[in-house]
Nanobody, 127 residues
């Protein structure tokens, strides 16, 4: 059974930083790209970032590029999302998902597999 457990959310002022963690189990970690997605109040869910645990390739949507960094520790089956220069518009529930890929046409979209996702962690950025 795939299990994804997020942690690290919280309340931070604009310009601040947070690090989210996702502990994964129940599947071969290197076989699946792991992603982070978010859902803000009143908005649709969106993929934010994705990392291949085979070769370390990373992808980001434009709104977080240069501010967020995704990284994985294959030895501990853990994926991190380092979030810097946070903005109020980053406020959302952040979810770890097992399965993601960027849009093949180059559009600013990261698709995620919502069949395997964690319980989410709240990130609130105050202005």
């Amino acid at each position: 059974e795939v299990q994804l457990v997020e942690s690290g959310g919280g309340l931070v002022q604009a310009g601040g930083s947070l690090r989210l963690s996702c502990a994964a189990s129940g599947f071969t970690f290197k076989d699946r790209p792991i992603g982070w997605a978010r859902q803000a109040p009143g908005k649709e869910r969106e993929g934010v970032s994705c990392i291949s645990n085979r070769d370390g390739t990373t992808h980001y949507i434009n709104s977080v590029k240069g501010r967020f960094t995704i990284a994985s520790n294959n030895a501990k089956n853990t994926v991190f999302l380092h979030m810097n220069s946070l903005k109020p518009e980053d406020t959302a529930v952040y979810y770890c998902v097992a399965g993601c890929l960027p849009d093949a046409r180059g559009m600013d979209i990261i698709y995620v597999d919502w069949a395997s996702w964690g319980q989410g962690t709240q990130v609130t950025v105050s202005s």
